[in-house]
C-alpha cells in the first residue's frame, strides 16, 4: 500500500529531536576555521514529521505566532519565506540545492530550548528538520553532511553568515562529552566531561536580552577577520600560530590587531581546555573560561553589561570560572561551580541583576547531553 514503507520497512512518520548547545570555549574561532568545544543542552527541539507526497510543506510550531505556514517545496527559494518559518523550510531548500530528492512534509514543532539566547536553538531547529528529512526520505546522509545542509540554509536562506559550531554541536555531540571540532576539515573527538564526578556543575545563566545590533556586528566581525587573514596571505586566522602573533599584529591596521588577537588566543584556550579536560582536570578550565571572557569583551568586543555582570558576579560568588557562550550582545554565560555552590551562585547573580535594574536572568544546568536523533 504505502510504497515508501515497503521499501525502507519504516512508516514515512515520526519524530526527532536536536539539541541546543553551549560552546565551552572556542567562540568565533568556527568561520575563521579553527576550534570549538561544544556541549549539547538536554533541551531540544523536537519536529514530528509526516511525508506529504503532495509537494507541500506545512509548517506549525509551538514557539512560532500560532499561524501554519504552507508552502510547495518546489516554490522553495530565498526569501520567499520569512520569519521562524524560513528555518525550517530553508533547511529543505538546501536538500534540494544539494540535489537531493526530496517533497513535501508535514512538521509540528515543539521546543524547550529557550530561543534568542545564544543556545542555538536555531541550529536545533534546522538540525531536528534535516535529521527527519533525512529518513522520512531515506537520504542516508551522515550527521556532518546533514549540519553542512542546515549551515547552507542558515547561511544563504535565512541570511545568517554563521560558522559550523552550532550545527555541528547540536548533531554530533554525545551524552557525558565535549566535541573538540576542527572547524577546517570537521575532524572531531568526543572529550568526557564528567561535572558530576567531579563535583562541578556547569551553570547557563540567560540574561535574556539580545542586542540588537549583534546581527550586523556579527557579519562585520566575520569580514574583519577574513579582510586580516587576506592581509596576512593566510588562508583563515586559524593558520596563524601564538608564536607569529606579534609579527603579525605588526602588519595590520589598528582595527584589525584585537579580533586577530582573540581568535589565536582562543584556538590556544580550546587546547588548553582540552589538555585539563583529557587529564580529568575539570576545575582548571575555570581560568580559562574567565580569560576567554576577557577577550570576548576587551579584544573582541561582543559582550555588553548584563553579560559582564553576570561573569563578574558569578566568579565573585566562587565560580572556577565564567564567560559568554554564544555569539554575544546579550544571550547566556555560563558558570563553572562547585555543584554545592550553585544555587548560591545563581542567587548571588539574580540579586545582582536586580539591583542594577536587569531583568530576572534564567537559570538552566547544563548537563552534556546527545546530539540530534530519533525519538519516536
Ligand atoms: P539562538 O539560535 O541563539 O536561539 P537565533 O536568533 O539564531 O538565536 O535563532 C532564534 C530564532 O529561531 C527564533 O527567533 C525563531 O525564529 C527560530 N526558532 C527557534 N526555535 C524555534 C521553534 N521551536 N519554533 C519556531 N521557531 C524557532
Ligand atoms: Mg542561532
Not at 1 to 18: V, Y
Not at 202 to 219: M, Q
Not at 300 to 305: D, H, L, M, N, T
Amino acid at each position: 500500500m504505502n510504497t515508501f514503507a515497503q521499501i525502507h520497512g519504516r512508516a514515512p512518520e515520526g519524530e526527532w529531536a536536536a539539541p541546543g548547545r553551549v560552546n565551552l570555549i572556542g567562540e568565533h574561532t568556527d568561520y575563521n576555521l579553527g576550534f570549538v568545544l561544544p556541549i549539547a543542552l538536554p533541551q531540544t527541539v523536537r519536529a514530528q514529521a509526516r511525508r506529504r507526497d503532495d509537494g507541500l510543506l506545512r509548517l506549525h510550531s509551538t514557539r512560532g505566532d500560532g499561524t501554519v505556514v504552507e508552502v510547495a517545496v518546489a516554490d522553495l527559494a530565498p526569501g520567499g519565506v520569512t520569519g521562524w518559518a524560513g528555518y525550517p523550510a530553508a533547511v529543505v531548500w538546501a536538500l534540494c540545492e544539494a540535489g537531493h530528492e526530496v517533497g513535501g512534509a508535514a512538521l509540528s514543532l515543539g521546543s524547550d530550548v529557550p530561543t534568542g539566547a545564544g543556545l542555538s536553538s536555531s541550529a536545533a531547529l534546522e538540525c531536528a528538520v534535516a535529521l527527519a528529512y533525512n529518513d522520512l526520505y531515506g537520504l542516508g546522509l551522515s550527521a556532518p553532511e546533514l549540519a553542512l545542509i542546515a549551515q547552507r540554509a542558515e547561511n544563504a536562506f535565512v541570511g545568517v553568515p554563521c560558522g559550523i559550531m552550532d550545527q555541528m554541536a547540536s548533531m554530533c555531540c554525545r551524552a557525558g562529552a565535549a566535541l573538540h571540532l576542527d572547524s577546517r576539515d570537521l575532524a572531531m573527538r568526543q572529550v568526557p566531561v564528567d561535572l558530576a564526578g567531579a563535583g562541578l556543575a556547569l551553570l547557563v545563566l540567560d540574561t535574556r536580552v539580545k542586542h540588537d545590533l549583534g546581527d550586523g556586528a556579527y557579519a562585520a566581525l566575520r569580514a574583519g577577520c577574513e579582510r586580516a587573514a587576506g592581509l596576512l596571505g593566510l588562508p583563515a586566522l586559524r593558520d596563524l600560530g601564538p608564536a607569529d602573533l606579534p609579527s603579525a599584529l605588526a602588519q595590520l591596521p589598528d582595527e584589525l590587531r584585537p579580533l586577530v588577537r582573540h581568535v589565536v588566543t582562543e584556538n590556544e584556550r580550546v587546547a588548553e581546555a582540552v589538555t585539563h579536560l583529557d587529564a580529568g582536570d575539570l576545575a582548571a578550565l575555570g581560568p580559562i573560561l574567565t580569560a576567554g571572557h576577557a577577550s570576548l569583551r576587551d579584544d573582541y568586543r561582543v559582550s555588553c553589561p548584563e553579560t559582564d555582570l553576570a561573569v563578574s558576579t558569578a566568579v565573585a560568588a566562587g565560580a572556577h570560572g565564567a564567560r559568554i557562550t554564544g555569539g554575544g550582545f546579550g544571550g547566556s554565560v555560563i558558570a563553572l561551580v562547585n555543584a554545592t555552590a550553585a544555587e548560591s551562585v545563581a542567587a548571588e547573580v539574580a540579586t545582582a541583576f536586580r539591583e542594577a535594574g536587569y531583568a530576572t536572568p534564567r537559570t538552566l544546568t547544563a548537563v552534556p547531553a546527545e546530539g540530534a536523533r530519533r525519538i519516536a
